[in-house]
């Protein structure tokens, strides 16, 4: 009887093991399965915009390391809370990701209280892609070629107005950064837009304009614009020449990079993150995908997961530091 029992309880052992791992291996089969359909990419920018430019590189690359179709989806509008706002609301099976940037990721839910997501809970990190390295720019009439130039004009009763391509734009607030650490008087001229700054810049309605480098590189290497300072931690590879503003004597100066990443909703599966992860290194390490960021002026900067997480923490004291020192509220 007692030898029956061993080998019914052994038997039964047996059935449970079987029925416990055949339970376990479709988990695992769906999990090894992904991706299994399309991935859709949401960006907040219309088609034509850098962002679009480094989402199709990218995408296009991926889709032929993992054999399906990548998906871009454009919504542009508020300042990127709706293409954050769809991608948070999305189920967490890597189907569809975010390419974020500042605007909709650090600097709007610091402007925005009342904002329907939250980034720390809502969203995975998965890398940074780019950064792409903004400058301080002058009108040659103003008769400035380097920041400490600056100075002359604030002596001779010269403004020094600055235009940004809008209020609460990452441009902005490292301007309000620059105004702390150099005690310099600027005047911020808020633009809907970079290309209209830039256009009063060449016109000679206001001396100074805080953009991006690919917006202004071709104009600066002409001789019609002269940049000033970088602002951020190293030069720009389009404008070696250019100090950064440490570099110009002001070594209290820090603002955070204008960069841009994708993102996950929370909850996706640690593996698929890191799959995504891989997937976008081993695009950029494609001299096409890379030559093609290079050449619209970005920077290529990939991180893990968890230094891109590291990152966006690190940035929010600046950005909400400048944001109360310019007193910068959301538009």
């Known amino acids: 009887m007692k030898r029956l029992f061993h080998t019914a ?12 791992l055949s339970l376990a291996l479709p988990g695992k089969a769906v999990a090894q399965a992904w991706p299994s359909k399309p991935i859709r990419i949401v960006l907040g920018f219309a088609p034509g915009a ?29 300042g990127g809370t709706i293409s954050a706002d769809a991608v948070a609301r999305a189920a967490p099976d890597g189907y569809t990701i975010l390419l974020g940037e500042p605007g909709g990721m650090s600097i709007n839910p610091l402007l925005m209280p009342g904002i329907s997501y939250n980034v720390a809970r809502d969203f995975a990190p998965i890398a940074q892609v780019v950064t792409l390295p903004v400058a301080l720019v002058a009108n040659p009439g103003a008769g ?3 920041l400490a130039d600056l100075q002359t004009m604030v002596t001779a009763n010269k403004a020094l107005a600055y235009g940004s391509p809008g209020p609460g734009s990452h441009q902005h607030l490292s301007m309000e950064l620059l105004k702390i650490a150099t005690g310099l008087p600027f005047i911020h001229v808020p633009y809907k837009g970079g290309a209209p700054a830039i256009t009063d810049l060449l016109g000679g309605q206001i001396p100074l304009v805080a953009i991006t480098v690919p917006t202004v590189a071709a104009q600066v290497k002409q001789g019609r614009i002269v940049a000033l300072a970088i602002l951020g931690k190293t030069r720009s590879a389009a404008m070696p020449d250019v100090p950064t503003v440490v570099e110009a004597g002001f070594p209290q100066y820090s603002t955070p990079p204008l960069w841009q990443g994708f993102f996950a909703p929370a909850n996706t599966p640690k593996d698929i993150v890191n799959r995504l992860n891989a997937e976008i290194r081993k695009a950029l390490d494609v001299p096409e995908v890379r030559n093609s960021l290079q050449g619209s002026g970005a920077e290529v900067v990939v991180n893990s997961p968890e230094e891109f997480a590291k990152m966006l923490r690190e940035e929010t004291p600046l950005l909400t530091r400048a944001i109360q020192a310019g007193n910068v509220k959301a538009q």
Not at 9 to 20: H, I, P, R
Not at 51 to 73: C, E, F, W, Y
């Open 9 to 20: 309880t052994a038997a039964s052992t047996a059935v449970c093991l079987g029925l416990g």
């Open 50 to 78: 850098i962002t679009d430019t480094i989402a199709r590189a990218i995408g296009n690359q991926v889709s032929k390391s993992i054999g399906q179709p990548v998906l871009i989806d454009n919504r542009a509008g508020a």
């Open 144 to 146: 400035v070629q380097k």
